[in-house]
C-alpha cells in the first residue's frame, strides 16, 4: 500500500473508531445491550487496526506519524483501558459502561481532531487542548447520564482538565518563530539588461470572449484568452508594458519558469506594487533561456488566472524550423481551452508542440499516431530522450513539456484528458489504457553535480486550522504554518541548497519555486536515474517525498509555493530569501 493510500485509510479508520464508541455508549445509555456491545467490539477492532497504520506510517517517514504517535496513540490506548475492563465485566444493566464508552469516544474524536486541525508537527499545546476536551466532554456526560462521582475523582478530573486547557492555550498563544514578512531588497534589476529589441504591450481588463460556442465573462490581456503569445530568440531584451484597464485588485505579470532578475518576477507586496486600474508597469530582461514558458498575474493569483490572464512565452535558439506549435491548456468558466484545432502537415516535416498546464489541477496528456520524443521539460532539455509510443503524459500545473517528431503520411492527433486539442487529420483511439511517462526515468543519466549541501530545508505540507488572522481558517499548511507566518528560508549567494518536501494531505500539490530550476534527486526514496531533470513544477502527490538541490545563483526575495493557486491562497506559500 503505499503512503498516500494508508494515510487515507488511517482517517478512514479514525472515524469509524471514534463513530463506533460513540455509537457504543449512546446504546449504552439507551439500555439497548447487543447494539452496544457490538458497536464497542467494532470500534475496539477499529482502534487496534489504526495502530497498524500508526506504526506503518512511522517506518515511511516520522513526518507522517508524529502527532498521532504523541498524542492519537495515547489518546486511544486510555480509551481501551477505560473502556475494555468495564466491558468485560459489564454488569446486566449495559448502562453503567455508558461514561466510560463515551470517553473512549470523546479520546479517539480528539486524537482525530487532532490530525485534522492540527497535523504536522506534533505539539503540546494541541495534546494538552485534546486531553481538556475529552474530560470536559466526559464530566458533562457524567452529569447527563445521572452520575455523581466522588468529591475527590471530581476535583482531580477538573483540576486535570483545567491545567490541560490553560497550559495548552497559552503554548497554542505563544509565538513562535518570525513570519516572512515581504521587504525590500537591492538587488539586481533590469536596467542590466541592455537596450530592448522585442517590445510588447499588455493591457488587462475585463472582457467577454467566446469559448465552445458560448459567451463567458473573463479578464483578459489584449482582449483575448489566452493572452497574445510572446516570441523571442536567444539574446533578444524584452521589453513587456503591461497597463491595467479595469482590474480593481491589480496585476502584475510573473515568467513563470523563466529565472528572471528578482525586480521582474511580477509578485505583489514582494518584488512590486500591482499595477491598480489606470496604472502600468514595465518589465525588461534578457531572453537567455530557450524553451516554452508562460506568464500570468501574480495579484490575486487564483481568481486572476482562472479567469484568463494568462499566455503562453517561447524563447528559441534560432528561427522556426518546421511545425511549431503551442498548447497552453486552461479550464475557463468549466469549459476547456483551447478549441479543437486540426490542419495538416506535410509527411517528414519536424514538429514540435509545446504542451503548456495553465491549470491549477495535472492534466494527462496522450500523442496518438506517432512516435514521439520528450524533448524538454519545464524549458530544459532532455539527455538522450527515447522514442515512445502509446504512452501518456502526466503534465503539472504549471508545467510545460515539449513533444517532438516526425510527421507520418497518416494523421496525428494530440488528446488531452481524452479530448483532441491538436490534429493533423482525423483520428479516432481510446488512450486512457496507455502507460503514463515516469521522467525520473526517461532519458540518459548523468552523475549529481553536487555531493554536499550548504543549506538543507524540509517542507511538511499539510492542513490545519490557523488561528493567527482575525477569523480562524482552514489553511494549506507548511511545517505547521501559513501564510505570512511561515519562517522564510535563508540562503547565501553560491550556496547548493537541498530541498526535502513531502505531503501529509490528501490532494496533490504541484509545487513551484521562483527564480530557479531545481535538480530532481529522488522520488519516495528512489533516486532520478534518467536524464538530469530540471524542474520549476512538479506534482508532490499525497504521502510523497521529493528531495530535489539547486545553486542559489540568482539574488532575490523569491516566492515558493503551491501551484494549485487556491492552496497558494489558502496559506501554502513561503519565500526563499538571499542573505
Known amino acids: 500500500m503505499s503512503v498516500g493510500s494508508l ?98 469516544g470523546y479520546a479517539e474524536s480528539s ?18 487542548l485534546a486531553v481538556a476536551g475529552v474530560l470536559a466532554a466526559t464530566a458533562v456526560s457524567w452529569r447527563a447520564l445521572g452520575r455523581r462521582p466522588s468529591r475527590t475523582v471530581s476535583r482531580a478530573a477538573l483540576a486535570v482538565a483545567v491545567a490541560a486547557l490553560v497550559t495548552g492555550t497559552g503554548l497554542a498563544a505563544a509565538p513562535g518563530a518570525a513570519p516572512g514578512v515581504p521587504h525590500h531588497h537591492g538587488y539586481r534589476d533590469a536596467r542590466t539588461a541592455g537596450e530592448p529589441t522585442r517590445r510588447f504591450t499588455l493591457t488587462a481588463g475585463t472582457a467577454t470572449v467566446g469559448v465552445s460556442g458560448r459567451d463567458v465573462g473573463a479578464w483578459a490581456f489584449n482582449g483575448q484568452v489566452p493572452g497574445p503569445e510572446l516570441t523571442a530568440t536567444v539574446g ?28 521582474q518576477d511580477g509578485v505583489p507586496g514582494v518584488t512590486q506594487a500591482a499595477v491598480l486600474p489606470g496604472q ?86 496522450a500523442l496518438a499516431g506517432t512516435p514521439f520524443r520528450v524533448a524538454a521539460i519545464d524549458g530544459s532539455d532532455l539527455q538522450g530522450p527515447t522514442p515512445l509510443a502509446d504512452t501518456a503524459v502526466l503534465i503539472p500545473a504549471g508545467g510545460r513539456y515539449d513533444l517532438v517528431f516526425t510527421a507520418p503520411a497518416t494523421p496525428v492527433a494530440l488528446f488531452v484528458d481524452g479530448r483532441a486539442v491538436y490534429s493533423t487529420g482525423p483520428v479516432s483511439v481510446a488512450t486512457g489504457a496507455w502507460p503514463v511517462l515516469d521522467p525520473l526515468t526517461y532519458g540518459v543519466g548523468s552523475a549529481v553535480p553536487w555531493s ?97 538541490a539547486f545553486r542559489a545563483d540568482n539574488p532575490g526575495m523569491w516566492a515558493n509555493h503551491c501551484h494549485n493557486l487556491a492552496h497558494a491562497d489558502a496559506g501554502m506559500t513561503l519565500h526563499l530569501m538571499y542573505a
Open 7 to 104: 494515510l487515507a485509510a488511517d482517517l478512514v479508520i479514525a472515524v469509524l473508531a471514534a463513530a463506533g464508541w460513540l455509537g457504543g455508549g449512546a446504546a449504552s445509555a439507551a439500555r439497548r445491550r447487543p447494539l452496544a456491545l457490538g458497536l464497542a467490539a467494532f470500534a475496539l477492532l477499529a482502534t487496534f487496526a489504526r495502530a497498524i497504520t500508526i506504526a506503518a506510517l512511522a517506518r515511511a517517514g516520522w513526518w507522517f506519524a508524529a502527532e498521532k504517535v504523541f498524542i492519537a496513540a495515547p489518546l486511544s490506548l486510555a480509551a481501551v483501558v477505560v473502556a475494555g475492563p468495564r466491558l468485560l465485566r459489564a454488569p446486566g444493566d449495559i448502562r453503567s459502561v455508558a461514561v466510560p464508552l463515551l470517553f473512549a
Open 111 to 128: 486524537a482525530l481532531l487532532v490530525t485534522v486541525l492540527h497535523g504536522y508537527p506534533a505539539s503540546a499545546s494541541a495534546g494538552l
Open 236 to 263: 533578444d531584451v524584452l521589453e513587456v508594458t503591461l497597463r491595467n484597464r479595469d482590474i480593481a485588485k491589480g496585476v502584475t505579470l510573473h515568467w513563470h519558469g523563466y529565472d528572471v532578475p528578482n525586480s
Open 280 to 365: 502600468e508597469f514595465v518589465y525588461r530582461f534578457r531572453a537567455d533561456q530557450a524553451g516554452t514558458y508562460w506568464y500570468h498575474t501574480h495579484a490575486v493569483s487564483d481568481v486572476g488566472v482562472r479567469m484568463g490572464l494568462y499566455g503562453v512565452l517561447v524563447v528559441r535558439p534560432a528561427p522556426v524550423t518546421g511545425v511549431d506549435v503551442t498548447v497552453p491548456v486552461h479550464t475557463l468558466a468549466g469549459l476547456p481551452l483551447p478549441a479543437p484545432r486540426a490542419e495538416p502537415v506535410e509527411a517528414g516535416a519536424p514538429v514540435r508542440l509545446r504542451l503548456v498546464n495553465t491549470d491549477s489541477t495535472t492534466h494527462r496528456y
Open 452 to 548: 554536499r549541501f550548504d543549506r538543507e530545508f524540509t517542507l511538511v505540507l499539510d492542513r490545519g486550522l490557523d488561528l493567527h488572522g482575525l477569523l480562524p481558517r482552514y489553511a494549506h499548511t507548511v511545517n505547521g504554518a501559513a501564510d505570512p507566518d511561515i519562517p522564510p528560508q535563508l540562503v547565501r549567494l553560491g550556496d547548493i541548497v537541498k530541498f526535502t518536501i513531502m505531503n501529509r494531505s490528501l490532494v496533490v500539490h504541484p509545487w513551484h519555486l521562483h527564480g530557479h530550476h531545481v535538480l530532481v534527486l529522488s522520488r519516495n526514496g528512489a533516486p532520478a536515474t534518467g536524464s538530469p531533470l530540471w524542474l520549476d513544477s512538479f506534482d508532490v502527490r499525497p504521502g510523497d517525498v521529493w528531495e530535489v
